[in-house]
């Protein structure tokens, strides 16, 4: 079983639709969440982090933790074309001597005008 | 502006050769990363680095090597490039808080 697990997708979603993307992790000290978007021969950005059990919004973003389902999830409401990327999930595991980054694969998300 | 630069941003070397791909950035962050990545693939971590002098290899077994001298600059060398080597390189540097910061990568072709 992988540390990071993601729906490699596609994901397709009409234009003005709320997109749903999931990341679920394996290990219960993992204490920190990341959501990067990263463009076709781009590399990653961050959009959101988040470290606390609930809801974080930031625009037209919403990432929701459950640490006792060990999943978290990055909403996209109202997506548009410019959307359509890959979006990598990545977790902060404690390691000794510090933490350790694990990303996940990424999903494949298209927007459809 | 607080940023992180590699360069080249494009290579292609022939076999045998040997390189240098740049990496610095002006956020004084300690911890810095190189990722390698073919297309549409996963990010696999080769190298990384918790600050001057300390370097460590990543899950990726590679051939590459990396320096620390200073806290901005974290370069990495192909002593004898090869064509499976050929990939995307890229580096990224982290904060104690806030997640990474990826440069705009090297995309290497070793003919």
């Known amino acids: 079983q992988k540390e990071v697990e993601q729906n490699s997708g596609p994901l397709s979603v009409p234009e003005g639709a709320i997109a749903s993307l999931n990341c679920t992790y394996s290990d219960r000290g993992s204490q920190s ?35 006792a389902s060990q999943y978290v999830s990055l909403l996209i409401r109202d997506s548009q074309p410019s959307d359509s990327a890959t979006y990598l999930c990545a977790v902060n595991i404690e390691r000794s001597g510090g933490f350790k980054t694990i990303f996940g694969a990424g999903t494949r998300l298209f927007v459809k005008a | 502006e607080a940023d992180i630069y590699q360069t080249p941003r494009y290579l292609v070397i022939g076999t045998g050769k040997k390189i240098t791909l740049e990496c610095s950035q002006t956020m004084g962050h300690d911890k810095m990363y190189w990722y390698q990545q073919d297309p549409g693939m996963e990010l696999h971590l080769i190298h990384y680095s918790y600050g001057v002098n300390s370097t460590e290899k990543g899950d990726l077994s590679s051939e590459s090597t990396v320096s620390r001298i200073r806290t901005e600059h974290f370069p990495l060398t192909l002593e004898s490039a090869r064509p499976s080597h050929t990939s995307q390189y890229l580096c990224a540097s982290r904060g104690e808080i806030r997640g990474y910061t990826f440069g705009s990568g090297t995309r290497l072709t070793v003919v």
């Open chain 1, 33 to 67: 969440f990341f959501w990067y978007r990263q463009y076709s021969g781009k590399s990653p950005e961050l959009i959101m982090f988040i470290y606390s059990n609930g809801d974080k919004e930031d625009g037209r973003f919403t990432a929701q933790l459950n640490k």
